[in-house]
């Protein structure tokens, strides 16, 4: 699973450490994000820092999935898990990559979606 985090949302002072994403329990994408199981390998595709042209890949194992509010109160499911590598890339090669093109259109935008199924080999 992809996840888009193109707003660079830090997760740690809400959630705590352990988290890497987060989705609102209302939003379409829920159903597809539940369907991870522990053990099961995600990637939170973000920018590097301030830059548009740089994107941050950081690979996680899923330790777990919790149901907690956010820092406005809406309830979220909270993904849990231990990193174990961040890629570093143009956003031009990572749409092009096999392993992360999914989470962006065909113009390299990051889509809409907030989590797509892919399955990264690392």
């Not at 809400?14 to 991870?36: M, Q, S, T, V, W």
């Not at 499911?77 to 990572?94: H, Q, S």
Request: proline share 4%.
């Amino acid at each position: 699973m992809i996840f888009n985090n193109c707003r660079n949302r830090d997760y740690t002072p809400i959630y705590g450490p352990d988290a890497f994403y987060d989705i609102d329990l209302r939003h379409r994408n829920i159903k597809l994000a539940d369907e991870l199981s522990p053990g099961d390998t995600c990637v939170v595709a973000s920018y590097l820092g301030n830059s548009k042209t740089h994107v941050k890949l950081s690979w996680y194992v899923l330790a777990l999935k919790t149901t907690n509010p956010d820092e406005k109160g809406a309830a979220t499911r909270v993904f849990r898990g231990t990193l174990i590598k961040t890629e570093t890339m143009l956003k031009v090669d990572a749409v092009a990559d096999n392993r992360y093109r999914n989470i962006f259109t065909v113009k390299g935008a990051f889509k809409f979606e907030q989590a797509v199924r892919s399955v990264p080999n690392r």
